[in-house]
């Protein structure tokens, strides 16, 4: 399949995993539309692949994280606010969401990390009749069972969807946006790297030395 006028190498490239699942969930699963709020819950490739998605629909982003470099990149991408959850509780969290969107908290929520602390954090921060995309799969510790406060469900009338990864369908909705420049994965990109320096990358990934998309552009 060729690729589109406007759609880059690079932008292909980068719409692996990370990119697609956010498109997923901000523009299918949680139906982000223009002039909503949205609140980001951890800003890792998920997560700001999802501001740059959601403001791109004309939404107002809140960006969380606890790390000042990646509520500094959210910022570059659209986010009108960011927080600093460090050692806030999901509750104090939600509140100081709400203070930034007008006392009533936002319409939606995108949980780009999964750990009971980032689901409940993306709960509270939602208003009455709130909807909630979740991505982020649980941790050893959770082991795929939290706990959820089920009676402020019920009272706030909250949905929340599952959303996983990117069906072929909605590639060319996403192709399209990236064509006419509304959307540029590529800008995610922080390393080229050769084929043969893979492994150095995978080596450091599980110490979180790497930040943004690496891409493979040298084979010989």
Same mark, same amino acid.
């Given at each position: 399949m060729a690729l589109l006028d406007g759609v880059t190498e690079l932008d292909a490239a980068a719409l692996g995993c990370r990119y697609m $699942? *956010?498109?997923? &969930? !901000?523009?299918?699963r949680a139906a982000v539309r223009g002039g909503e709020t949205v609140a980001v819950v951890g800003l890792g490739g998920v997560g700001l692949a999802a501001v740059e998605i959601a403001n791109a629909l004309g939404a107002q982003v809140i960006g969380l994280d606890r790390k000042q470099s990646q509520l500094a990149a959210a910022k570059k991408l659209g &986010? !009108? *606010?960011? @927080?600093n959850i460090d050692g806030l509780t999901p509750e104090q @969290?939600?509140?100081r969401v709400k203070a930034i969107s007008g006392g009533r908290g936002v319409h939606v929520s995108i949980d780009a990390v999964g750990v009971s602390k980032a689901t409940l954090t993306a709960l509270y921060s939602l208003r009455k009749g709130g909807r909630l995309a979740t991505v982020g799969l649980s941790s050893e510790e959770d082991k795929g069972q939290l706990t959820m406060p089920i009676d402020l469900m019920v009272f706030n009338?909250?949905?929340?969807a599952g959303s996983l990864g990117n069906p072929q369908s909605e590639y060319p909705g996403l192709l399209n946006m990236i064509a006419a420049g509304r959307l540029k994965p590529s800008q995610h990109i922080t390393e080229e790297v050769a084929l043969e320096d893979v492994q150095s990358v995978l080596d450091r990934m599980p110490t979180f030395e790497t930040n943004g998309y690496v891409v493979v $552009?040298?084979?010989n």
């Open positions: $699942t *956010a498109y997923r &969930a !901000v523009h299918s &986010a !009108v *606010a960011t @927080i @969290i939600g509140e009338e909250w949905s929340m $552009t040298k084979f």
